[in-house]
């Protein structure tokens, strides 16, 4: 597989509950971004890796929000005490040193 | 303040006709600009990209024009062809930078 996969692809949960994604990206891709999508909306950068250190976090990622790449490989994504207004589609993208990001298939988180 | 804007957000043109999407960017600090296509239930594609340096980029049937003065850039498809309906979002950022700055997307349908 050369792509980026996210898990899972769908997620219902109940408010206040926490959740957490995964994402792989390409593998030899050193850098790794977290975007938040909502409907008729263009993505939201949330925050960006290269290898396993977190260089920038947006303003939008509020506390409840953790994002790690503990071995400069996969990342995972952490929402605790989940409030509907998370609800939206959450995207992870790879790149080399360069502009250019290759995205997953997103995980669609809704909050009931 | 969105800094990145697609003031049309659908577009219908005839198969084999010309698509022109368009795009507009307050920031004068951005010199890098991408085109995405997005499909329902997968995350955007990359299609075509242009630095600050050129007014033109062109691959196969996709070619974007930029025009920095009017802060302006657009993606011209010709033929348009069925698969190219999809929802296609302008990007832009500062080299050194990692974010993508999105546009809100315009979805295009391409009539038989």
């Known amino acids: 597989d050369t792509g980026v996969s996210q898990d899972p692809r769908h997620k219902i949960t109940k408010r206040g509950q926490n959740v957490t994604f995964r994402c792989d990206p390409i593998?030899?891709?050193?850098?790794l971004y977290w975007y938040r999508q909502t409907l008729g909306q263009g993505p939201e950068f949330l925050t960006y890796?290269?290898?396993?250190?977190?260089?920038?976090k947006s303003r939008l990622l509020s506390d409840r929000f953790s994002a790690e790449r503990p071995k400069g490989s996969f990342s995972t994504l952490e929402i605790q005490r989940t409030e509907q207004g998370d609800s939206a589609m959450y995207l992870c993208?790879?790149?080399?040193?360069?502009?250019?990001?290759?995205f997953g298939p997103g995980t669609r988180l809704t909050v009931l | 303040d969105q800094q990145v804007k697609q003031n049309s957000p659908s577009l219908s043109v005839q198969e084999g006709r010309i698509s022109i999407l368009n795009c507009d960017y307050t920031?004068?600090?951005?010199?890098?600009f991408l085109w995405y296509k997005k499909y329902p239930a997968e995350g955007p594609t990359f299609l075509i990209s242009?630095?600050?340096i050129k007014d033109k980029n062109e691959d196969g049937r996709f070619t974007v024009f930029l025009n920095k003065s009017a802060k302006h850039l657009s993606l011209h498809i010709v033929p348009s062809q069925p698969g190219d309906s999809a929802v296609y979002f302008c990007?832009?950022?500062?080299?050194?930078?990692?974010?993508?700055?999105w546009g809100a997307g315009t979805k295009l349908i391409i009539k038989p």
């Open positions: 920031n004068s600090m951005f010199d890098y």
């Open positions: 990007a832009a950022s500062v080299h050194s930078n990692y974010q993508l700055i």
């Open positions: 242009i630095s600050s």
């Open positions: 593998s030899e891709h050193n850098r």
């Open positions: 890796f290269q290898n396993e250190a977190q260089l920038e």
């Open positions: 993208a790879s790149s080399p040193p360069r502009d250019e990001q290759f």
